[in-house]
């Protein structure tokens, strides 16, 4: 596992050119929704006295009487989207099965142009994945943006149906986790102490979350597959990534896990310097917004970095 992930950070590290590429297209898709959004506050804002008491700090009276009247993708903005509480929010959101478009979502959520931007999100990273992996095969032999885009081309059909494939395994997995959220929410009622009731809801939560991760590295794996080995048929690669899983699962899941620890570090170091800085100012406004940018990238270089490791765990199986 250890070598394996080494070789995939390796070859990040030898094309960072596609952690700027990725972040790039994270940020022309953000504007989509963040301009339009920017130019009603400042038009909210203008000529109130909430505008200089926002340059040093966050108004929450101002934000109070702005939620109460926004509607549409307006409505989805509060203070936890700021700094590191957007984590915690993300999570809670895909547990409750908002995945891209609010397929499996009960209950209400974020506005449909959030969630269709969000799918929109889903399918340009769908498509760059093919020649992600392109790339990764020989790393060290560079890349430009045509080869990577014919690379996307090329492989984008077949792994677009091994998401799809993925998305139909999650939504019976979201069918299946309704009736048994029903009955451990209900041991949890009856339960004689707070702990119990506290693990008993917790551990539905957490037994969730695992069997997400294993239908997502099931389908990565798939996808390694598709471009490895120039597989056709979407279903047998992921039948084959699954038999793969199997026989290396201690490795497999040994990948995800030193990456969420490693996310989970970044995402302490983030919210201990987000804390000692004071937006209260064009500089220093300035100066956390490339802060949440440097964070955003490297997230992106773990989520490119497992992909690339993924490869070269299936590589070395094979020698």
Request: glycine share 14%.
């Given at each position: 596992?250890?070598?394996?992930?080494?070789?995939?950070?390796?070859?990040?590290?030898?094309?960072?050119?596609?952690?700027?590429?990725?972040?790039?297209?994270?940020?022309?898709?953000?504007?989509?929704?963040?301009?339009?959004?920017?130019?009603?506050?400042?038009?909210?804002?203008?000529?109130?006295?909430?505008?200089?008491?926002?340059?040093?700090g966050f108004d929450y009276d101002w934000w109070t009487r702005f939620?109460?009247?926004?509607?549409?993708?307006?409505?989805?903005?509060?203070?936890?989207?700021?700094?590191?509480?957007?984590?915690?929010?993300?999570?809670?959101?895909?547990?409750?099965?908002?995945?891209?478009?609010?397929?499996?979502?009960?209950?209400?959520?974020?506005?449909?142009?959030?969630?269709?931007?969000?799918?929109?999100?889903?399918?340009?990273?769908?498509?760059?994945?093919?020649?992600?992996?392109?790339?990764?095969?020989a790393p060290s032999g560079g890349w430009t943006f045509r080869s990577l885009?014919?690379?996307?081309?090329?492989y984008f059909g077949r792994i677009l149906r091994v998401s799809l494939l993925a998305l139909a395994a999650t939504g019976l997995l979201f069918a299946a986790n309704r009736p048994f959220a029903r009955f451990v929410d209900g041991l949890a009622r009856e339960a004689v102490d707070e702990r119990t009731a506290l693990v008993l809801t917790l551990g539905r939560f957490a037994l969730l979350?695992?069997?997400?991760?294993?239908?997502?590295?099931?389908?990565?794996h798939a996808k390694v597959l598709v471009v490895r080995e120039e597989r056709l048929s979407a279903l047998l690669a992921f039948v084959s990534s699954a038999g793969f899983c199997a026989r290396r699962f201690a490795a497999a899941a040994g990948q995800y896990a030193a990456v969420f620890l490693l996310g989970a570090l970044l995402l302490l170091a983030f919210a201990l310097v987000d804390a000692r800085i004071a937006a209260t100012g064009f500089r220093t406004q300035l100066l956390a917004l490339v802060l949440f940018e440097l964070f955003v990238a490297a997230r992106i270089a773990l989520r490119l970095g497992l992909l690339a490791s993924q490869l070269e765990l299936q590589e070395r199986e094979r020698r």
């Open positions: 596992m250890i070598p394996s992930l080494a070789a995939g950070f390796r070859s990040v590290r030898q094309n960072p050119g596609l952690v700027l590429l990725v972040l790039a297209t994270n940020l022309a898709l953000a504007l989509v929704l963040a301009v339009p959004f920017a130019d009603r506050v400042e038009r909210d804002l203008a000529h109130t006295g909430a505008s200089r008491a926002m340059t040093q939620d109460g009247e926004a509607s549409g993708p307006d409505a989805s903005f509060a203070p936890d989207v700021l700094g590191a509480g957007f984590a915690m929010r993300n999570l809670d959101l895909l547990l409750r099965g908002l995945v891209p478009g609010g397929l499996f979502a009960e209950g209400g959520g974020p506005d449909a142009t959030i969630l269709g931007t969000a799918a929109l999100y889903l399918l340009v990273q769908i498509f760059l994945t093919g020649g992600l992996l392109g790339v990764f095969r885009v014919h690379g996307s081309g090329f979350l695992a069997a997400l991760v294993l239908v997502n590295m099931v389908s990565s």
